[in-house]
């Protein structure tokens, strides 16, 4: 395990080798809206796996982002997603923007043609579009 100071250097060079420009083109992703339904004490994601095939990322790691923000346990069973405890509609959309603005739009072109990959601990979301390459909050 790299110390803490260790990973922020890290990062703080990955930041530096991030390109500037202008932030202007938008292009607007097709993301099914989440059809969520709270059953007893759980919440049920219905359309998790189309709204991963949209955004083009896998399940586990979609999963991972929701438990991690959400606090809570979650498991997909190849096509929805369940979540222990009771979460709206609304907050499963507001993740779901925080979702794509931290690990599918690309940061410089705001095109959403775009992977992750992880390199010394530390991961980067490449735009297959403009070849940017942008540290993204570790999942
Ligand atoms: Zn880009």
Redesign the pocket.
Known sequence: MASRAEYEKLLERAYAQMPEGPVERTERLEVPRPRVSIVGSRTIFHNFKEFCDAVNRKPEFCLRFFSRELATAGYFDGVRAIFQGVFEEDTIQRLIQIFLRDYVI?P??K?PDTHLVKEKRIMFLI?D??G?KSPVRPL
């Open positions: 690309c410089v072109c095109r735009c579009a403009c940017a």
